[in-house]
């Protein structure tokens, strides 16, 4: 009896606890302070407390920054909130703590010195940098013995060298940044365990440098690697080996060459990724191609995509499109509906376990036309549907065992009742 009383005890809190995880209970935002024009966003962070905001409205700022405590920093606009070096700072952005974000910003004109950075990030864990614009700096970004940060969606341009993981760093993911007009793209030395897929490399004069490092520079396929715009690979086949008639986006041989692998999947387009945010996970679509990409755009409650196309008349236009599942799928491949100026275009479509890569070709007939693809509506915070789920089986036990228990105390009692009757 003791027992079965101590289980039900247990499921209960068991019960409790993964409920209370499901809708997370609000214990207040975290602190914010706001910088303006003409304020110093160093006396800000000095003054923050741990994991406080510090919203920066548009401005130029002339300072050096050292981040020692665990902030989120974010622009008002990524063009309009300036972090200028004026050419003399060794460093623009210092970042030495864990779990600092840094996002919305332009940091640009550190020193010309060598091993000068716009944004340094030494000896720290679990960094965020996105939708930053990096720019004319000896070392765009600089990792030094650091690990597990993510830099997503940035801008990185005209540097010596545009990210450079060195000395010990490593296990960083880095994706959806365009580098362009840099010396060295990416230069890897001692760092490894990063991953460095779904990147646009734009006539950098050496795009990546490697040395003394193990790294993963594509995602496998169908997913792809990053887009170089010095390939000079085809796309005339599909599938893993390359060797089934069809476009499918990626190129048809290996990145340099064949001889060294680097990246074995490449985009044949320029890559864009594009966030959503859901209430308990980030997604992210990716859409590459030939022509221009504006207002895209993901209704969740249609499980559809639309966003326009740019280019010149007549162009023949080449899309390849990343659709996470979890947002948006379909049983069969020929369920997908995609729609170009009113025309119903046919995808080559391919499937891995996360996401659904259709790849489909039209001519431009003006220049500005409007793509839409739609499917059915994924479950998207799937983790909370099974903590729902788990809540409801364990209430099912706990209702069982409750029904158990004044069983065996009737049946108890009767046996008590029998043995005194006799």
């Known amino acids: 009896m003791k027992a079965l009383l101590l289980i039900i005890l247990l499921l209960s809190i068991s019960m409790l606890a993964l409920w209370n995880h499901t809708i997370p209970q609000v214990s207040g935002s975290p602190s914010q302070i706001v910088v303006s024009e003409g304020e110093s966003i160093q006396a800000a962070i000095n003054s923050a407390e741990e994991n406080s905001m510090i919203f920066v409205k548009n401005g130029t700022y002339r300072e050096q920054l050292l981040v020692n405590k665990s902030v989120s920093m974010v622009g008002e606009n990524t063009e309009g909130v300036i972090l200028d070096g004026k050419g003399e700072f060794a460093y623009i952005v210092n970042i030495v703590a864990d779990g600092v974000e840094l996002e919305g910003f332009t940091v640009r004109n550190s020193s010309s010195l060598y091993d000068s950075r716009d944004v340094h990030v030494f000896k720290a864990a679990d960094v965020v940098l996105q939708n930053c614009r990096i720019e004319d700096g000896y070392n765009g970004i600089l990792f030094t013995n650091s690990s597990n940060c993510k830099i997503f969606n940035n801008q990185i341009q005209k540097n010596i060298i545009g990210v450079k993981f060195h000395s010990n760093s490593g296990s960083n993911a880095f994706s959806g940044n365009t580098l362009v007009n840099n010396t060295y793209g990416v230069y890897v030395d001692n760092s490894s365990h990063d991953l460095i897929f779904y990147n646009s490399f734009i006539d950098n004069t050496y795009p990546y440098w490697t040395d003394d490092s193990e790294n993963q520079w594509d995602n496998g396929y169908p997913s792809g690697g990053n887009y170089w715009s010095n390939y000079n690979g085809t796309d005339q086949y599909t599938g893993y080996y390359q060797n089934i ?178």
């Open 245 to 422: 008639t069809g476009s499918d986006g990626l190129g048809d041989s290996p990145y340099p060459y064949a001889e060294i692998r680097l990246d074995n999947f490449p985009f044949i387009n320029p890559i864009m990724m594009k966030p959503y945010i859901s209430s308990s996970s980030a997604y992210y679509f990716l859409i590459s191609s030939n022509l221009t990409i504006v207002d895209f755009n993901f209704y969740l409650e249609d499980a559809s995509v639309n966003f326009t196309v740019k280019g010149i008349n007549g162009t023949r236009g080449i899309l390849r499109v990343s659709l996470p599942k979890q947002l948006m799928w379909v049983n069969l491949a020929t369920e997908w509906i995609v729609i170009g100026d009113s025309k119903t275009l046919t995808p080559l479509v391919e499937e891995d376990a996360a996401n659904s890569y259709l790849c489909f070709h039209f001519d431009l007939d003006q220049a500005v036309e409007t793509v839409s693809i739609s499917g059915h509506k994924g479950p998207t915070d799937s983790v909370g549907f099974y903590r729902l789920l788990a809540a409801f089986v364990l209430v099912g036990l706990l209702v069982a065992l409750l029904i158990g228990v004044i069983f065996y105390g009737k049946r108890q009692s009767l046996k008590q009742t029998s043995t005194k009757t006799t």
